[in-house]
Nanobody, 121 residues
Framework: DVQLVESGGGSVQAGYSLRLSCAAS????????MAWFRQAPGREREGVSC????????SYADSMKGRFTISLGNSKTTVYLQMNSLKPEDTAMYYC???????????????WGQGTQVTVS
């Protein structure tokens, strides 16, 4: 099965940046999409960004456009999320996921990491 390990989270002041990393192992050809999700206390899981592993196409939630950027490492075993101009409302646990078919809904993602905490004050 797929193993996903997130890293790069931390506690920062508003306006600062973080780059999250997701190291993947066990990916197969059926895992055609990888994405970042986040979940804040008392909130439902929210899609952040998604990347098509076949073609490199990317998509973003409207609230993250212009601030966050998803990218794939050269080995295609690492996915990054560059987070700029962070706001307190970005505080959440951020999860990496691998899935099939399309980027939404989240049920298409069957493999999940344990998450990395981002706190913005």
């Amino acid at each position: 099965d797929v193993q996903l390990v997130e890293s790069g989270g931390g506690s920062v002041q508003a306006g600062y940046s973080l780059r999250l990393s997701c190291a993947a192992s066990g990916l197969t050809a059926s895992n055609t999409y990888m994405a970042w999700f986040r979940q804040a206390p008392g909130r439902e899981r929210e899609g952040v960004s998604c990347i098509d592993l076949r073609y490199g196409y990317t998509s973003y939630a409207d609230s993250m456009k212009g601030r966050f950027t998803i990218s794939l490492g050269n080995s295609k075993t690492t996915v990054y999320l560059q987070m700029n101009s962070l706001k307190p409302e970005d505080t959440a646990m951020y999860y990496c996921a691998a899935g099939e078919v399309r980027c939404a809904p989240s049920s298409f993602f069957k493999s999940w990491g344990q998450g990395t905490q981002v706190t913005v004050s």
